[in-house]
C-alpha cells in the first residue's frame, strides 16, 4: 500500500482544512487508516483512525473538531478539519495498517509523506 497526503495550508484559527490520504493497492479497503501529527520538537501523536469497517476513532484533543471518512471507490481517506487551533499546527501524516484494529496503540506498517497544516492565531 502507497499512501500520499495532501491538503494542508495556512488558516486562521476558527478555520478548516480537509486533508486526503490517497492509496493505492488492491487491499486499501481492507485497511484501517490512522492519522497522526508532529510538532516541531515534539514527538508523533494519534489523531484519528477509520477501520476498515468504518469504525472510528479519535483523540480527545481533537473530539467534536475532527470528522475522519473514507470513500474506498476512490481509495482515499479523508480528515476534515474544523474549528482548528494554534495547537493543532504540525506535519500531518496518513498510515495503514491491513484489518488493523482500532486503537490508539495500534502499530502501523505503511506511511505516507506528511502534509504541512499551519492554524495562525
Known amino acids: 500500500v502507497q499512501l500520499q497526503a495532501s491538503g494542508g495550508g495556512l488558516v486562521q484559527a476558527g478555520g478548516s482544512l480537509r486533508l486526503s490520504c490517497a492509496g493505492s493497492?488492491?487491499?486499501?479497503?481492507?485497511?484501517?487508516i490512522g492519522w497522526f501529527r508532529q510538532a516541531p520538537g515534539k514527538e508523533r501523536e494519534f489523531v484519528s483512525a477509520?477501520?476498515?469497517?468504518?469504525?472510528?476513532l479519535y483523540a480527545d484533543s481533537v473530539k467534536g473538531r475532527f470528522t475522519v471518512s473514507r470513500d474506498d471507490a476512490k481509495t482515499t481517506v479523508y480528515l476534515q478539519m474544523n474549528s482548528l487551533k494554534p495547537e493543532d499546527t504540525a506535519v500531518y501524516y496518513c498510515?495503514?495498517?491491513?484489518?488493523?484494529?482500532?486503537?490508539?496503540?495500534?502499530?502501523?506498517?505503511?506511511w505516507g509523506q506528511g502534509t504541512q497544516v499551519t492554524v495562525s492565531s
Open positions: 493497492g488492491r487491499t486499501f479497503s481492507s485497511c484501517t
Open positions: 477509520i477501520s476498515w469497517i468504518g469504525g472510528t
Open positions: 498510515a495503514a495498517v491491513y484489518r488493523g484494529m482500532l486503537t490508539m496503540k495500534t502499530t502501523y506498517d505503511y
